[in-house]
């Protein structure tokens, strides 16, 4: 039982919903023509020095482009087992939002990382890892005490699996070199920041608000509070503020 008194939530073959198999037939055709297509390999993958030099569109494909047959044989199974629930529950829009949000959110992470380091910089990231360190997270967030099968055979709960996962990902940063796995540490952030937030709009205002607010900090500008100023303005208030030099 949970701690609630409900029993907590076990998971055995997991459903193979609309979304996952979409997200299963673009890798699989993304990363055959990876291997047959000349040069298509070199411009779908993330290197992060590329992004900064007008390669943008590299942190929406760098997740579907998987040129190894073995690992591209286990992406597709842990979209399968890790994905399909969280489908199930939350819908196929909100699901296939958050699989591409969250890989964009590492990929752009991750071109930060190699502005500062040269070896992250000149990179090639593919694979779709950060999403499903990002479906961890956010089963480890919305179902803590859900039961999930680690390697297919141990039965865990999502926040233990958590756990397992980025002290794993640790590990083989340590042992194998930290710079090819930027990526997927980064996605389990990614995926908890995502699915904890109220709404994926709700998000992306709380990044406008930051940013708009740092512009002004950069002009000089201060804001002075009135009495009506109470609520925030993510909370509805109607606010007062006053920017003044």
């Not at 890798?27 to 047959?36: D, G, H, I, P, R």
């Not at 993330?46 to 992004?51: E, N, Q, R, S, V």
């Not at 090819?180 to 389990?188: A, H, I, R, S, W």
Request: aromatic share 14%; net charge positive; no cysteine.
């Amino acid at each position: 039982m949970s701690p609630r008194g409900r029993p907590a939530m076990s998971f055995g073959v997991p459903p193979f919903p609309t979304g996952i198999k979409w997200l299963v037939i673009v890798t699989l055709a993304a990363s055959v023509m990876s291997k047959v297509v000349p040069g298509m390999g070199a411009t779908t993958v993330l290197t992060p020095a590329l992004f900064w030099h007008g390669w943008v569109w590299q942190v929406f494909t760098y997740p579907f482009v998987i040129p190894d047959a073995r690992a591209l044989l286990w992406s597709l199974l842990g979209i399968w087992l890790l994905g399909g629930s969280l489908e199930q529950q939350w819908g196929m829009r909100r699901f296939v939002g958050f699989y591409i949000a969250v890989s964009v959110l590492a990929g752009l992470a991750t071109a930060l990382v190699g502005l500062a380091h040269p070896d992250v910089g000149t990179f090639h990231y593919f694979g779709n890892w950060p999403a499903i360190a990002g479906l961890i997270a956010a089963f480890a967030v919305t179902m803590p005490n859900a039961q999930i099968f680690f390697s297919f055979v141990l039965p865990v709960s999502a926040r233990a699996l958590l756990a397992i996962s980025v002290g794993m990902t640790v590990l083989f940063m340590i042992m194998d070199g930290w710079v090819g796995y930027v990526p997927e540490l980064l996605g389990f952030p990614a995926g908890a920041l995502w699915v904890s937030s109220r709404s994926p709009r709700h998000l992306l205002l709380r990044a406008r608000v930051w940013w708009i607010d740092r512009r002004l900090r950069r002009s000089r500008l201060r804001v002075v509070r009135g009495k009506d100023d109470e609520a925030t303005p993510l909370s509805g208030g109607r606010g007062s503020d006053k920017y003044l030099h």
